[in-house]
Nanobody, 120 residues
Framework: QVQLVESGGGLVQPGGSLRLSCAAS????????MGWYRQAPGKQRELVAV???????NYQDSVKGRFTISRDNAKNTVFLQMNSLKPEDTAVYYC??????????????WGQGTQVTVSS
C-alpha cells in the first residue's frame, strides 16, 4: 500500500508565502514524477506543478515565477514553495505521484489534500 500525506496548508494574506510538503510512504520501488494539483469550489482540478525523478519541472502559467516545486528523492517527499500568493490561489491542494510499487506495478496515487486560503 502507498500513501501520500500533505502538510503545510493554512491561511495567509495576499502576498504571503506557504510551503507545502508531501511524503510518500509504503511499498515504493521508484517514483517517476510527483506533482501538485489544486481544486477550488466549482472548478475543475488543475495541475499546478510537476517534477520528474530527474529534476525536470513544469508549471501552470498562472504560477510561474511565484511557485517552486522541489523534491527530496531520498525521503520520497515533494515540496511546493508558494510565494506572492493571490486570492485566486485559494484551493485544496493535492499531491500526486506517478510511481512503481515494489511489485513493479505502475500506479498513480493521490494525497488527501490540504487547504490553502489566501485572504485578507
Amino acid at each position: 500500500q502507498v500513501q501520500l500525506v500533505e502538510s503545510g496548508g493554512g491561511l495567509v494574506q495576499p502576498g504571503g508565502s506557504l510551503r507545502l510538503s508531501c511524503a510518500a510512504s509504503g511499498r515504493i520501488f521508484s517514483i517517476y514524477a510527483m506533482g501538485w494539483y489544486r481544486q477550488a469550489p466549482g472548478k475543475q482540478r488543475e495541475l499546478v506543478a510537476v517534477i520528474t525523478s530527474g529534476g525536470s519541472t513544469n508549471y501552470q502559467d498562472s504560477v510561474k515565477g511565484r511557485f517552486t516545486i522541489s523534491r527530496d528523492n531520498a525521503k520520497n517527499t515533494v515540496f511546493l514553495q508558494m510565494n506572492s500568493l493571490k486570492p485566486e490561489d485559494t484551493a485544496v491542494y493535492y499531491c500526486n505521484a506517478d510511481l512503481i510499487t515494489i511489485d513493479y506495478t505502475r500506479r498513480v496515487y493521490w494525497g488527501q489534500g490540504t487547504q490553502v486560503t489566501v485572504s485578507s
